[in-house]
C-alpha cells in the first residue's frame, strides 16, 4: 500500500506543500479556517506525519536509549519502569533494547541508539566494551551505566554494592550453622557477579570450617534451578551443600522447587539465598530470603543523572555517580518468617 505523504494532503486540501507544512506544524500562520481544511484533508487521507522529519525541525529526538541484560526478570521490567516514570516526567520517551545475555545484540542496540538520534543512553550492560562507551561520549550522547559501574571511572554509574551483597548472604548461611555452601550462577564474566562472588569468598574465607563451591549455570533461570534442585535432592544428604547463594530470584525459586520436589526439605536440609527481591520472592510456595536490590530507584536515579546534561551534550560527571547498599529480606527458605 502507497504512503501517504504531504503531497497527497496538498492535493486533497487544495493547498500547496508549504501551507500543509505550516497548518500541521504552525497553525498560528495560517487561518483557522485554512487549519481546520488541511487537518481534515490529512484525517480523511490517513496521514501520519514521518517521526523523523519532527524531529529534524525540533533538533531533537525527545528519545533516550536503554539497554538492560533480560527484560524478563522482573528485577529488569522494574528498572526501566523506574528510567521511563522519570523520563516521562520530562516529556520523553524510551526506547528499551534486551540484549538478553548476548554481547552482539548489545552492541546492536547501542548502534541503533545512535542511528535514530537518541538524546541519552541509560546502560545496564551484559558487555557493554570501552569501544562503545566511548564512541556514544564522541557522538556528544550523554551515557549512564545503571547497575554496573565503569572501572576507569570515565562514565556516571548507578551501581549496587554486589560485594556486600554477595557477603551478606553467606554470612547469614553461616549464621544459621550452615557450613557446605554453594554459589550458584550463569558466569562470573558478568562484572556484577564477580563481585558478588568475591563477597561470598571473603565471608566464607574467614571461617576455616565453611567450604563454598562454584557451580555455573548456562542459564539463570527457574527451569534451569528446576534441574538443578532435582540433581542436589538426590544427593546422599551429607554430600549435598545445606546453603545455597544463587544470583537472582528466578534461579533460587527453581531451586527451592526442584529440592522439595525431589524430596529434600527447605530450609531444614537446604536453606536457600536469592538475588534481588522480586515480587515473586515474596509469595513462592516458599517464601524466598532474597538481597533486595531496589531495581526501580535505580532506574530512576540513572534518568535524573542523564537529564540536566542532555541539553549541553555533556558528560554526567562521573563523581555524581549512586553507589545503593544491599538488605537482605529474610523468609522461610532459610527459616524466618515473610
Known amino acids: ?9 496538498a492535493r486533497q486540501a487544495g493547498v500547496s506543500i508549504s501551507t500543509v507544512s505550516n497548518a500541521l506544524n504552525r497553525p498560528q500562520v495560517v487561518t483557522p479556517a485554512l487549519a481546520d481544511r488541511v487537518r481534515r484533508a490529512a484525517e480523511e487521507l490517513g496521514y501520519v506525519p514521518l517521526q523523523a522529519a ?12 536503554m539497554t538492560v541484560i533480560d527484560i524478563t526478570n522482573p528485577f529488569f521490567g522494574a528498572m526501566v519502569a523506574g528510567a521511563e516514570e522519570a523520563a516521562t516526567e520530562a516529556g520523553l520517551r524510551i526506547l528499551v533494547g534486551n540484549s538478553d545475555s548476548d554481547l552482539e545484540k548489545e552492541h546492536g542496540h547501542l548502534e541503533l541508539f545512535e542511528r535514530v538520534q537518541v538524546e541519552g543512553v541509560i546502560a545496564s550492560p551484559y558487555g557493554a566494551s570501552v569501544d562503545d562507551l566511548d564512541r556514544l561520549r564522541r557522538r556528544g550522547i550523554p551515557t549512564v551505566l ?16 554486589d560485594v556486600a551483597g554477595g ?3 553467606v554470612e547469614h548461611l553461616i549464621g544459621l550453622g ?10 562470573d564474566t558478568v562484572p556484577q557477579v564477580s563481585h558478588r562472588l568475591a563477597g561470598a569468598r571473603a565471608a566464607a574465607g574467614a571461617h576455616p570450617d565453611v567450604r563454598l563451591e562454584v557451580a555455573w549455570t548456562h542459564r539463570v ?3 534451569v534451578g528446576r534441574e538443578l534442585g532435582l540433581r542436589i535432592a538426590s544427593m546422599p544428604a551429607d554430600e549435598r551443600p545445606d546453603g545455597i547463594v544463587t544470583t537472582n530470584d528466578h534461579l533460587a525459586c527453581g531451586i ?11 530450609p531444614e536440609e537446604v536453606a536457600i539465598v536469592g538475588y534481588d527481591d522480586i515480587e515473586f520472592a515474596a509469595v513462592a510456595a516458599v517464601p524466598l530470603t532474597s538481597v533486595r536490590q531496589p531495581a526501580r530507584e535505580m532506574g530512576r536515579r540513572a534518568a535524573e543523572l542523564l537529564l540536566p546534561a542532555l541539553g549541553r551534550r555533556a558528560p554526567v560527571d ?13 523468609r522461610e527458605s532459610t527459616g524466618g518468617r515473610s
Open 54 to 65: 519532527q524531529q529534524l525541525r525540533a533538533g531533537r529526538s525527545g528519545l533516550l536509549g
Open 146 to 161: 545503571v547497575d554496573a559501574v565503569d572501572e576507569r571511572g570515565q562514565v556516571a554509574s548507578v551501581s549496587f554494592d
Open 256 to 266: 527451592v522447587y526442584g529440592l522439595v520436589a525431589g524430596g529434600a526439605r527447605v
Open 221 to 223: 533461570t527457574s527451569e
Open 167 to 169: 557477603r551478606l548472604a
Open 1 to 9: 500500500m502507497k504512503r501517504i505523504g504531504i503531497r497527497d494532503v
Open 178 to 187: 550452615r557450613r557446605r555452601l554453594a554459589f550458584i550462577g550463569g558466569s
Open 318 to 330: 562521573p563523581a555524581d555517580s549512586t553507589v545503593f547498599a544491599p538488605e537482605l529480606i529474610v
